[in-house]
């Protein structure tokens, strides 16, 4: 892992972590992080700030974040609240769903596409869309929100889950 520095000429760029290993397991960030994956990475992947899957990074996944940018190989399921963006040499097969997806010439899409309203157009889900989020049926979402291991607000006769509460709940349940 390493993290790019300002330039040399004193100016200031982002900084990233960078991982270029071979990784198993769950990585996942409760902070906003810039994370770049260069490596083979196979598990799951929870983000908050910007993920890049390098042009050489080979991920078998389900990938959860905000701002998703992918040049490499990913196979599983990709989902972000803000945008994800397929670089020429990107090879994805699985999901993909976010609010916006900008795909470059040359990058090849194997699988099924989503658009979803995001977290700028609300901050709010009915349950099939948490049930969609969370790859749960919506009877399983109602068990949780009726038992409440899951954060919720009732509504009528109807279930919300505001967004921000249900990614730190995930964010939780994934330390446990």
Known sequence: MAFRRGKDDGSTEERWLEVDASMTGTLAFKDPVNL????????????????SIGGKANVKATIRGEAIMISGTVQGTVMATSHVELLSSA????????????????AVLNGTLEMTGG????????????????????ETVMQW????????????????FERAKIEEWLAQEKIK
């Open 145 to 160: 929100a009726q038992s409440g291991r899951l954060p919720s607000q009732r509504d009528g006769s109807s279930w919300r």
């Open 91 to 106: 090879r994805v097969e699985g999901k993909v769903v976010s609010p916006r997806v900008i795909r470059k010439d040359g």
């Open 119 to 138: 977290s700028e157009a609300s901050p709010w889900m009915n349950m099939e869309e948490l049930a969609r989020y969370l790859e749960v049926d919506a």
């Open 36 to 51: 770049q994956i260069n490596g083979r990475f196979e598990g799951t992947l929870d983000t908050k700030g910007n993920l």
